[in-house]
Nanobody, 128 residues
């Protein structure tokens, strides 16, 4: 299983930016589907963004479109989430996720695929 370690969380005022990083212990490139999820107390964990490289395709939750950018540095086996124009409702624990890629790709028409490898999470707090 892939070991994932997130970093880059912290506290920021509304409208500010943060960049999250996820270091993977395995070769990810086009072998893993990679994504970011978040969870607030009492809420379900929700998908934020995910990336597939063959062919290249990126999916974002509607709530973060235009504000967040997911990217992957395959040479470093690292996933990133650039978060701009942060809002108080973005306050959550953010988790990196990885799943071995199948021939069917990294996305489903009716939602996110299931991920089985998770990082420990990093706290993001946005104040108004």
């Amino acid at each position: 299983q892939a070991q994932l370690v997130e970093s880059g969380g912290g506290s920021v005022q509304a409208g500010g930016s943060l960049r999250l990083s996820c270091a993977a212990s395995v070769y990810i490139h086009d072998r893993y589907c990679m994504g970011w999820f978040r969870q607030a107390p009492g809420k379900e964990r929700e998908g934020v963004a995910a990336i597939d490289l063959i062919p290249r395709y990126i999916k974002y939750a509607d709530s973060v479109k235009g504000r967040f950018t997911i990217s992957q540095d395959s040479a470093k086996n690292t996933l990133y989430l650039q978060m701009d124009s942060l809002k108080p409702e973005d306050t959550d624990i953010y988790y990196c996720a990885a799943e071995p890629r199948l021939n069917t790709g990294c996305f489903k028409t009716d939602g996110w695929i299931d991920y089985t490898n998770w990082g420990q999470g990093t706290q993001v707090t946005v104040s108004s």
